[in-house]
T-cell receptor
Framework: SQQGEEDPQALSIQEGENATMNCSYK?????LQWYRQNSGRGLVHLIL?????REKHSGRLRVTLDTSKKSSSLLITASRAADTASYFC????????????FGTGTRLLVSP | NAGVMQNPRHLVRRRGQEARLRCSPM?????VYWYRQLPEEGLKFMVY????????ESGMPKERFSAEFPKEGPSILRIQQVVRGDSAAYFC???????????????FGDGTRLSIL
């Protein structure tokens, strides 16, 4: 079964607005990662947050992690049309090695 | 420093043929992972290899699918006697270590899109 579930499945906003995506997972983890996928391309790593971290920033990205609720959120501030992509969370699912378990993704559309 | 290279980018096969997908990891990376992505879905783990060893193949179908990562050359995902249901995007990722406590991200290639006629 799918480890992670993203919410919402699709999000449509205007340039300059903020976009928030949520991810839930089921098992204990060592870390949680967010990836971006442009149409027809591979995944680009955005940010990794460790299980003992609660919040992490990278440029316009802000990720939070709540291990008690087994959830994470990705906030993109001041969105741009170039942010249009699918966003996936992935966990290592505490398997002992880096086998990533991906969520179903959020498709973000940013209109100019 | 070249990223993960996959080829071909697109592969068309007829039912019953064989498909070979290649992946060259990033320089210095000895850990390779293969994932499959169906349309509108997330990636699903198939197999994890280190040089000359399969570490975990729990996500790979027992029949028709095989993977290798030889001492020299790229990693190969091989699908024999392909069926329509094998149509998907296959992604390869690499990392310098397989230890999740290292907190090293995986780096992905652009994938091979396999279409079965």
């Amino acid at each position: 079964s799918q480890q992670g579930e993203e919410d919402p499945q699709a999000l449509s906003i205007q340039e300059g607005e903020n976009a928030t995506m949520n991810c839930s997972y089921k098992t204990s983890i060592n870390n949680l990662q967010w990836y971006r996928q442009n149409s027809g391309r591979g995944l680009v790593h955005l940010i990794l947050i460790r299980s003992n971290e609660r919040e992490k920033h990278s440029g316009r990205l802000r990720v939070t992690l709540d291990t008690s609720k087994k959830s994470s959120s990705l906030l993109i501030t001041a969105s741009r049309a170039a942010d249009t992509a699918s966003y996936f969370c992935a966990t290592d699912a505490n398997t002992g090695f880096q086998k990533l378990v991906f969520g179903t993704g959020t498709r973000l559309l940013v209109s100019p | 420093n070249a990223g993960v290279m996959q080829n071909p980018r697109h592969l068309v096969r007829r039912r019953g043929q064989e498909a070979r997908l290649r992946c060259s990891p990033m320089k210095g990376h000895s850990h390779v992972y293969w994932y499959r992505q169906l349309p509108e879905e997330g990636l699903k783990f198939m197999v994890y290899l280190q040089k000359e060893n399969i570490i975990d193949e729990s996500g790979m179908p027992k029949e028709r699918f095989s993977a290798e990562f030889p001492k020299e050359g790229p990693s190969i995902l091989r699908i024999q006697q392909v069926v329509r249901g094998d149509s998907a995007a296959y992604f390869c990722a690499s990392s310098p270590t397989g230890d999740p406590l290292s907190n090293q991200p995986q780096h992905f290639g652009d994938g091979t899109r396999l279409s079965i006629l």
